[in-house]
């Protein structure tokens, strides 16, 4: 759920206390008014498609061109004509005649369903070792099967549903302007509900309201009710008994216990049977505790993104198919950082830090597998599908291109440019509006990481405030970065190639001499692949490495940055007509990257490319650099505290000290970008899977310690040389 911002409808609403601001943007700049819209001329791009390699059935049967012309609806706006009834009194009461209409799909055989699972059956007839059901007679057992139901859930009631409903209708007019879905993605999920099989929807929660908002939305559009996890702690037995009409669900005490535990088996398979079609409300109670600040607060627009659903069947049939050679991190990059090893392995990267939860602990370890890359897969769509918001936009360019201050006659213009290029990337943005207006209420919402200073001429200087400031502009920006991830690493991947030939304050024109071959490119790409977090890189694991290089490639050579260079004697890069067909086939499957690919790579060992010389391209180029500079800059700064930090610890004990360092560090270099724990998390993990840190279970928890290798100052020093090398200052 992303906050829109409708600056037309905003500026009408402005409160006295903006008088003062306002009275610095009126003075205008004697230029024409300029709309910045989501669309590329006609066309506005259509986000959230699964994955076309694991599931092209889904794929396919479940999108139509014609969706995507569909556009969006309010589904909080409920008028006469959403009832079938007619008059002045049908108006004033529509939404409790909309909440009457609202069909409730009756579930009354569910026990009896839960009951004839296998695993429950299993369970009971003690075929299971240490099974809850082993020695009791069958009608114990089933008795023991409906306790555990009538704690997990309760019959619907179809009038507190319609009553809650109506409440929640109206409370939403009162807190929002609009709630915004697409109707393209919505007939999407109605076809595969289609199917008649269960529908289990992963939420992204980008707001504490997501918990209500969610259920109401797939509610209203006819898809049931959807059934909610709740924590059982966090309710009275009064609140648990309500709830559980509405269709809460609460686990068993006995199905959080350890796996080894005996009297958690028959609950954890009655769960099992009972969670398929779930969806996950968390943190609701939280919600309604802080619906006080919204009184004060304006109302603002919503969008709820839905993506393409596909079939989890057919996912685990084509995935497996897609499995390799894996190696660790430790095992691809820590010869290469040592410097004992310059080729980089022909194999793809195991990073997992996905938690390990019971229930996932109790799969085969081929599942295990199976979910974690489905986690992948699903986190990629959850944020490809999720519109990019004006605060994102305006804290990328504050961030990384104007941290000194820019004149607002400027950034209106350069907001309006990052605008054009994150939709020509296939990314939607949430905003529409008059330029200026959508830059100043931008701006507003900023304005306490920002401070707008009035000059001469009616021009406004814009500074980013240092201090938490900038470390808050930086979890914006990075909303924005995986449109220009591809670019951005392949420009990190540049500057490590010449970061050995030319002085990085060396001129444009110096650096542009340099020849790149293709090779080359592609060894500092995978390089840098290895390095940066999986969660960050967004990797669809059916995704080969090379084919990854190969895009970011691609990706320089359209944005201009990279332009093809002829070398004597070797034949022209767009000279077809002279190759000659060789004995093997000329195409192959997508992801199939075996030894014979290795003939491919070496063909592309004349290919040569240097930087453009065109005006635009120092500025660009620099700006995609510092898209990972924050990222970077604390894995360089982690390696830097090595010798600093006090280990053994635990990994929350080093996660505090590393971050108290990189906040010292801000304070006294001014990379307050970097002073973030999230960034700390990341780099700690990043050393435990390269080998730098190493983990042992110990009573307090696992414990963290400097590996043998890494207990040397000098190869610290080349750890931290390593990341330096792709860092642009």
């Known amino acids: 759920m992303d906050t829109m911002l409708e600056a037309r409808l905003q500026t009408q609403q402005r409160n006295t206390q903006n008088t003062r601001e306002t009275s610095l943007w009126s003075s205008g700049f004697g230029m ?294 894996r190696q660790t991190l430790e095992q691809l990059l820590q010869p290469i950082v040592l410097g004992q090893c310059t080729v980089v392995p022909d194999t793809e990267k195991e990073q997992d830090w996905t938690p390990a939860t019971g229930l996932l602990l109790a799969l085969k370890e081929e599942d295990q597998l199976l979910v974690r890359r489905l986690s992948r897969h699903v986190l990629n769509a959850s944020v490809t599908s999720s519109a990019v918001m004006s605060t994102a936009i305006m804290a990328t360019l504050l961030l990384f291109k104007h941290q000194k201050g820019v004149f607002l006659s400027q950034l209106l213009g350069e907001f309006s440019w990052l605008t054009e290029e994150t939709l020509l990337r296939g990314f939607d943005v949430g905003f529409s509006g008059q330029l200026r207006c959508l830059v100043q209420h931008t701006l507003s919402l900023l304005q306490a990481h920002v401070a707008l200073l009035h000059v001469q001429q009616g021009d406004l200087l814009v500074v980013p405030r240092l201090g938490p400031g900038l470390t808050h502009l930086a979890r914006l920006s990075a909303e924005l970065l995986p449109a220009f991830l591809s670019e951005a690493v392949g420009a990190c991947a540049v500057r490590g190639l010449l970061a050995g030939r030319v002085p990085p304050e060396g001129p444009w024109e110096l650096q542009g001499i340099e020849l790149l071959s293709q090779n080359e490119l592609y060894r500092q790409i995978l390089l840098l692949l290895h390095l940066l977090p999986q969660d960050l890189l967004l990797l669809q694991p059916c995704q080969s490495s090379y084919c990854y290089c190969q895009e970011v490639l691609d990706r320089l050579i359209q944005c201009g940055l990279l332009v093809a260079e002829e070398t004597p004697g070797s034949r022209p890069a767009c000279d077809t007509g002279r190759q000659r067909l060789s004995a093997k086939l000329l195409w192959k499957p997508s992801g199939d990257f075996t030894d014979s690919d290795s003939d491919d790579f070496e063909e592309a060992e004349g290919r040569y490319f240097r930087l453009s010389q065109q005006s635009r391209c120092p500025d660009f180029f620099l700006f995609l650099c510092r898209l990972l500079s924050p990222l970077l800059k604390a894995f360089a700064q982690a390696a830097t505290f090595l010798h600093q930090g006090q280990l053994p610890d635990t990994e929350l004990g080093y996660t505090e000290q590393l971050l108290q360092f990189l906040q010292a560090n801000a304070q006294e270099e001014g990379f307050f970008e970097c002073a973030d724990p999230n960034l700390a998390i990341s780099a700690i993990w990043t050393f435990r899977d390269l080998g730098v840190l190493q983990q042992t279970p110990s009573p307090a928890g696992p414990m963290l310690y400097l590996s043998p290798t890494f207990t040397s100052r000098e190869n610290q020093e080349k750890l931290e040389q390593f990341i330096r090398q792709f860092i642009c200052s």
């Open 32 to 325: 024409k008014l300029e709309t910045v819209t989501p669309f590329l001329g006609k066309y506005r791009p259509f986000v959230g498609r699964c994955c076309q390699t694991c599931t092209p059935k889904s794929w396919e049967s479940l999108f139509h061109r014609s969706i995507m012309d569909l556009g969006f609806c309010n589904v909080i706006l409920v008028k006469e004509e959403n009832t079938r009834f007619r008059g002045w009194l049908v108006r004033r009461l529509c939404y409790f005649l909309w909440s009457l209409e609202q069909h409730i799909p009756p579930c009354r055989d569910a026990p009896q369903k839960i009951i004839e699972n296998t695993g429950v059956q299993n369970v009971i007839s003690g075929r299971v070792p240490a099974g809850a059901g082993e020695g009791q007679v069958p009608g114990l057992a089933k008795k023991e099967v409906q306790r555990i139901l009538g704690h997990l859930q309760a019959p619907l009631c179809p009038f507190l549903l319609r009553l809650f409903s109506w409440a929640l209708l109206r409370f939403l007019n009162c807190v929002f302007l609009n709630v915004q879905l697409h109707k393209g993605q919505m007939k999407m999920v109605h076809k595969a509900a289609q199917a008649g099989l269960p529908l289990v929807f992963l939420s992204t929660h980008k707001s504490l309201l997501d918990g209500i908002l969610l259920p109401f939305v797939l509610f209203s559009q006819g898809l049931g009710v959807l059934r909610v996890a709740w924590d059982p702690r966090t309710c009275s037995p009064a609140l648990r008994a309500l709830l559980k009409k509405l269709g809460g669900l609460f686990l068993p005490p006995e199905a959080n216990l350890t796996l080894d535990s005996s009297e958690g088996v028959l609950a954890r398979a009655v769960v099992h049977a009972a969670l398929a079609p779930l969806g996950l409300w968390t943190g609701a109670l939280a919600v309604l505790r802080s619906l006080r600040s919204w009184g004060h607060s304006p109302r603002v627009c919503v969008r709820v993104h839905l993506a393409q659903p596909f079939s989890l069947q057919e996912y685990t049939i084509n995935a497996r198919s897609c499995w390799g050679s």
